[in-house]
């Protein structure tokens, strides 16, 4: 079994090497057109093409048809991701007295990176994940009171950190 799987990788990764060379723009484009952005799209590009080889590695057979399936079913992720982060953009800016001025508001994303691990980690699952404060304990590993309390402190932490950053801006 071992000399028959030395054999076969060699041919698969050239098929492969093949698909890849062939179908790589298309898919690229496919993908260009429905973000507007060549950065995304290179970026769904490669992890259908990581999604390609796992499948080929498993046994599975990738055709161009394939392709554009899982590129359509990364493009989904890929949107909802997005939403998901605008409305955590909304969230934390109607929190702090002021709404996020865009999806690209900077300014946010980098006080939740200024932000201690555990006070980002509770307003993640809070507002981006959209756990409630029950479901949030459970993954933290607490009680639910403990949430609020952490949910409190982290609010009051983030909001002096965006203010600082306001007025330094």
Not at 9 to 19: C, W
Not at 145 to 166: D, I, M, P
Request: glycine content about 10%.
């Amino acid at each position: 079994m071992e000399s028959n799987q030395t054999v076969s990788e060699p041919g698969r990764s050239t098929r492969f090497t093949a698909l890849y060379t062939r179908e790589y723009p298309r898919v690229h484009a496919f993908a260009h057109r429905r973000t507007g952005n060549g950065g995304e799209a290179e970026e769904i590009a490669a992890e259908v093409f990581r999604i390609a080889w796992e499948h080929e590695l498993g046994g599975g057979e990738t055709t161009p048809g394939w392709l554009f399936v899982t590129a359509r079913n990364v493009l989904g992720n890929h949107y909802r991701s997005t939403t998901r982060l605008s409305e955590l953009h909304r969230r934390i800016g109607e929190e702090v007295g002021r709404a996020a001025t865009s999806p690209e508001d900077s300014t946010v994303l980098d006080t939740l990176d200024r932000l201690p691990g555990p006070h980002r980690e509770v307003l993640l699952l809070s507002y981006w994940d959209g756990l409630t404060a029950a479901e949030a304990a459970a993954v933290l590993g607490c009680g639910t009171s403990a949430v609020w309390v952490r949910l409190h402190r982290a609010r009051k932490a983030f909001r002096e950190h965006y203010t600082s950053s306001g007025e330094s801006a």
